[in-house]
């Protein structure tokens, strides 16, 4: 018999991505997405550390989860994305409701946790950092989105340590995926229904992968005949190259939109950020894109 899982996505479009791609893979040992929070089996919760109080927010919502089942059986609890990457171990003894708690580069492990779990009944915290482990195993599981805007994952995890920023420590270092796999994905999806795809990273224009860049990847997405539309997110301005710029020009799908967080108009203050670049660096980039 199929088991149902109800799947709460907080957060940024990478946790979308990633939410969308686990339950590919949950899909493997028999589980069927469901909207209603009273049909699931398997309750999963995917997090954001990003905002403040972000941790508390989801013991919030254990909590309603509690009420609802609270006559009822109990469903698998299972809290993946940032917060459980963070926070991990300290989850398990502080919510006894929790069942297991998977980081986001463990997501190729999700089943066979799943499935350990059930057999021994023991809580699991998996919180490895293996990017390239992830996206391998991914790359055998095709991507279902079936949507006509679709997010993809390129690029993920940071190596700016900007002193307000937590990325570091829950998405790991940068890892870049290989280029050809990354055309492989946006080609199925463009035979499943896609016009326009929105690459992602945390740093996604510091993706580089032996030697191809963000230009290049736009540029051989401009060759899918089926993809209309290209846009990506986010970008940080130290890695706003001049051949990324020049695609502006000659590209005929990348959209004239840009996200260049600017976070401050004073150089002393992103010294104190740790952001690596200046007011004047910002600016120049801006008219070079002008």
């Known amino acids: 018999m199929s088991q149902k899982i109800f799947i709460k996505t907080f957060g940024c479009q990478m946790n979308e991505y990633d939410s969308n791609r686990i339950l590919d893979t949950v899909k493997k040992i028999g589980y069927k997405k469901t909207e209603n929070y009273e049909d699931a089996n398997c309750y999963l919760l995917n997090t954001c550390h990003i905002r403040d109080k972000a941790k508390e927010k989801v013991y919030h919502e254990i909590g309603r989860v509690k009420k609802i089942f609270r006559f009822k059986k109990k469903p698998l609890v299972i809290i993946v994305g940032c917060v459980a990457q963070a926070e991990n171990k300290e989850m398990l003894s502080r919510e006894p409701y929790i069942d297991l708690v998977i980081g986001p580069q463990s997501y190729h492990k999700i089943n066979d946790t799943i ?119 986010t970008s940080h301005p130290k890695d706003m190259t001049d051949d990324l710029i020049e695609v502006y020009k000659v590209s005929k799908k990348l959209m004239p939109l840009v996200h260049l967080p600017v976070q401050s108009g004073s150089n002393k203050i992103l010294n104190l950020m740790n952001r690596k670049h200046t007011i004047n660096e910002y600016i120049e980039i801006v008219d070079k894109l002008k």
């Open 115 to 233: 499935l350990k779990y059930i057999e021994k009944r023991k809580k699991i915290e998996e919180t490895e950092f293996d990017a390239e482990s992830k996206f391998k195993y991914f790359n055998k599981i095709k991507n279902m989105s079936g949507k006509v805007s679709s997010f993809l994952t390129i690029q993920e995890g940071c190596d700016k340590f900007c002193h307000f920023c937590v990325v570091p420590f829950t998405r790991g270092p940068e890892y870049s995926r290989p280029l050809l796999e990354v055309i492989d994905e946006i080609k199925y999806l463009a035979d499943n229904g896609t016009r326009e795809i929105i690459l992602l990273g945390q740093n996604v224009n510091a993706y580089d992968n032996q030697g191809s860049r963000l230009s290049n990847l736009i540029l051989e997405i401009e060759k899918i005949p089926e993809i209309e539309r290209v846009r990506y997110t």
